[in-house]
């Protein structure tokens, strides 16, 4: 019934309206940019130079800037459905006749987790899913990995909702959502200064790689999905493609998932506990 409530408001106030037009246009703007990126490349490089496969490069590329626009547009929609969940509906008088009785605050807090998470995965499996199709379709190629690769962004987008719903219960909605979005984007700058080190050999830059990915697992999540996507390609293009979009392909393996979902149970319980002890106005 909460989940189902946390819903029915979303609607209300056009959140999914305003994430489906906002993912149209971005999904029409794709398709003709990867019609064009695919229409361009063609013999860009002849096949007897460096044996690079055009084909694969641009494919792996497209699809990297897509990865990437998707948890974005999944940490919009898991921002709007969690940024006053705790604070913001406390002060509205919303809360507090539900957290005394019937339903009391740890499955309140859940019910209201597993609605935005449900949604937002289900929502960035999809639009990876079609921008795959999208990408096969017109410039026929196809990832090695697309169902584990989907499935981490999914995680990953699940890791900033309970980032913003552990936000709202100590600030107010407009603070938390400022504060995700900034953790977000220090997240993937810290994953792009890592593939930078590797490259010029700084161990100081792979550090601050390293305990990004520690502190906001969505980061490993994310990189390790651009790897999956080329985990089969080798020579010269895997060179060419380790430099990703928006921070480089970082194989994490099966530690980088089981850390993340460590990760997750700890920021549950962190949560439950503060707001178990938070006085509601």
């Not at 029915?8 to 064009?36: C, D, H, N, P």
């Not at 969505?218 to 790897?227: G, N, R, T, V």
């Amino acid at each position: 019934m909460i989940a189902g409530y946390a819903l029915r408001e979303s609607m209300r106030r056009k959140v999914f309206l305003i994430v489906l037009l906002l993912s149209a246009a971005f999904l029409t703007l794709y398709g003709i940019g990867v019609w064009r990126a695919f229409r361009d490349t063609t013999g860009f490089v002849p096949p007897d130079q460096l044996g690079l496969d055009s084909t694969v490069v641009t494919g792996a590329t497209v699809l990297g800037l897509a990865m990437f626009a998707t948890l974005f547009l999944g940490t919009v929609l898991a921002i709007f459905l969690t940024l006053g969940v705790v604070r913001g509906d406390a002060e509205r008088g919303l809360l507090q006749p539900l957290v005394v009785r019937p339903v009391g605050r740890g499955t309140l807090l859940l019910s209201r987790f597993l609605a935005a998470a449900g949604v937002c995965a289900l929502y960035v499996a999809v639009l990876f899913a079609i921008e795959t199709v999208t990408t096969g379709l017109i410039g026929g190629w196809w990832p090695d990995n697309a169902v584990r690769a989907g499935a981490e962004l999914a995680f990953a987008v699940v890791i900033v909702v309970a980032l913003s719903l552990l936000g709202s219960i100590f600030l107010t909605a407009t603070a938390n959502g400022i504060a995700v979005f900034m953790v977000f984007g220090g997240g993937l700058v810290a994953g792009l200064l890592a593939q930078i080190g590797r490259a010029i050999g700084s161990d100081t830059l792979r550090s601050i790689g390293r305990w990004a990915s520690y502190a906001l697992p969505f980061e490993a999540l994310y990189q390790d999905a651009l790897h999956v996507i080329t985990s089969g390609t080798t020579g010269f293009e895997r060179f060419a493609l380790e430099l990703g979009p928006f921070g480089g392909s970082s194989g994490g393996g099966v530690g980088v998932v089981l850390w993340a979902a460590a990760y997750l149970v700890l920021v549950g319980v962190a949560g439950l506990a503060a707001f178990a002890r938070r006085d509601l106005p």
